[in-house]
């Protein structure tokens, strides 16, 4: 079982940065698949970015490629996601997320374990 804790939301200005970082507890972190998903009022949680186990494979949602870059440190059980370039639609809860599936990861529904989630807001 994974615990995870997010850090570093916060408010930003339109074309500013943010960093996330997400702690995670256990000894099996580093065999998760790790990703990142937002949810901004009433819409559907978004898979923003993910990571593979070793950290090699990224992806990202269309929305985000080229401003965000996910990244893991399995030695100190931590991910993060630098967010530059922000625009207010970038403005949500973002959720740390692990888990074991390596495909279909678009659907919160293959993902095991979540953090509480971070505001970010982005002002234009």
């Known amino acids: 079982q994974v615990q995870l804790v997010e850090s570093g939301g916060g408010l930003a200005q339109a074309g500013g940065s943010l960093r996330l970082s997400c702690a995670g507890s256990?000894?099996?972190?580093?065999?998760?698949?790790m990703g990142w998903f937002r949810q901004a009022p009433g819409q559907e949680r978004e898979l923003v970015a993910h990571?593979?186990?070793?950290?090699?494979?990224?992806d990202y949602a269309r929305s985000v490629k080229g401003r965000f870059t996910i990244s893991r440190d399995n030695a100190k059980n931590t991910m993060s996601l630098q967010m530059n370039s922000l625009k207010p639609e970038d403005t949500a809860v973002y959720y740390c997320?692990?888990?074991?599936?390596?495909?279909?990861?678009?659907?919160?529904?293959?993902?095991?374990?979540w953090g509480q989630g971070t505001q970010v807001t982005v002002s234009s």
């Open positions: 997320t692990a888990g074991v599936y390596r495909t279909a990861l678009g659907s919160p529904q293959r993902w095991s374990y």
């Open positions: 256990g000894r099996t972190f580093s065999t998760y698949v």
């Open positions: 990571i593979s186990t070793s950290g090699t494979i990224t």
